[in-house]
């Protein structure tokens, strides 16, 4: 058998795979377009064949706002463990990738870590709930490293979401608060990094 033939219909089963997972955590019909290659009619036609309800396609711009990650202390904490998450499962991204175009960044080897990145921390924390397009924007808004980035906290080197456009480099919540219910003139500890 030609070779080539086996590799693109290995190729075509890894689109329709990723197109399956994708349209099941609702991601949008351009996303999955980006990721896989496949076009609207194309989605159209898998989701009848696999009985997914056209009510459970989201609709509209895919989220790209990095607030959500960023507005309270809880929200960084949030998007720190997601980091964690993405760095076990390999879906963070390499190096800084500020002047790669968003639409380069959508890869079908992407999406192929960001789903069981995305499947893993919802069965860890149930009650977070956020689209996978939000993880997605969170991945490329540390690869480009302009609004929010990777950092350590200063009291105890765990990993924080560092806001690049606000005014401080924050701690982590658990030193924030440590630090907001310590009297005055008391010694500070040091926490243990837990986050690689």
Same mark, same amino acid.
């Given at each position: *058998? =030609?070779s080539?033939?086996?590799? @693109?219909?290995?190729?075509?089963? +890894?689109?329709?795979?990723? %197109?399956?997972?994708? *349209?099941?955590?609702? /991601?949008?019909?351009? #996303?999955?377009?980006? *990721?896989?290659?496949?076009?609207?009619?194309?989605?159209?036609?898998?989701?009848? +064949?696999? @009985?997914?309800?056209? +009510? %459970?396609?989201?609709? @509209?711009?895919?989220p #790209?706002?990095?607030?959500?990650?960023?507005?309270?202390?809880?929200?960084?904490?949030?998007? $720190?463990?997601? %980091?964690?998450?993405?760095?076990?499962?390999?879906?963070?991204?390499?190096?800084?990738? $500020?002047? /790669?175009?968003?639409?380069? !960044?959508? #890869?079908?080897e992407?999406?192929?870590?960001?789903?069981?990145?995305?499947? %893993?921390?919802?069965? &860890?924390?149930?009650? &977070?709930?956020?689209?996978?397009?939000?993880?997605?924007? !969170? /991945?490329?808004?540390? $690869?480009?490293?302009?609004?929010i980035?990777? =950092?350590?906290?200063?009291? &105890?080197?765990?990993?924080?979401?560092?806001?690049?456009?606000?005014?401080?480099?924050?701690?982590?919540?658990? &030193?924030?608060?440590?630090?907001l219910? +310590?009297?005055?003139?008391?010694?500070? #500890?040091? @926490?243990?990094?837990?986050?690689?």
């Amino acid at each position: *058998m =030609d070779s080539s033939a086996t590799d @693109g219909a290995a190729h075509d089963s +890894r689109r329709y795979r990723l %197109a399956w997972r994708l *349209m099941v955590h609702q /991601v949008r019909t351009g #996303t999955i377009s980006a *990721m896989t290659g496949l076009s609207r009619h194309q989605q159209e036609t898998l989701r009848r +064949r696999w @009985g997914i309800p056209e +009510r %459970a396609r989201l609709r @509209g711009p895919s989220p #790209t706002s990095l607030v959500r990650f960023t507005r309270s202390p809880r929200a960084r904490s949030e998007a $720190a463990v997601l %980091a964690a998450f993405c760095r076990v499962y390999g879906a963070l991204l390499p190096g800084n990738m $500020a002047r /790669v175009p968003r639409a380069r !960044l959508l #890869t079908l080897e992407l999406g192929e870590r960001l789903c069981p990145t995305y499947e %893993a921390f919802r069965a &860890c924390f149930p009650q &977070c709930v956020f689209e996978l397009e939000e993880l997605l924007s !969170l /991945v490329i808004g540390i $690869a480009k490293n302009k609004i929010i980035g990777l =950092d350590r906290c200063p009291s &105890c080197s765990a990993t924080v979401i560092v806001d690049r456009l606000g005014p401080n480099r924050p701690t982590c919540s658990y &030193c924030q608060q440590s630090h907001l219910e +310590r009297p005055p003139n008391s010694q500070k #500890t040091v @926490g243990i990094e837990l986050l690689g």
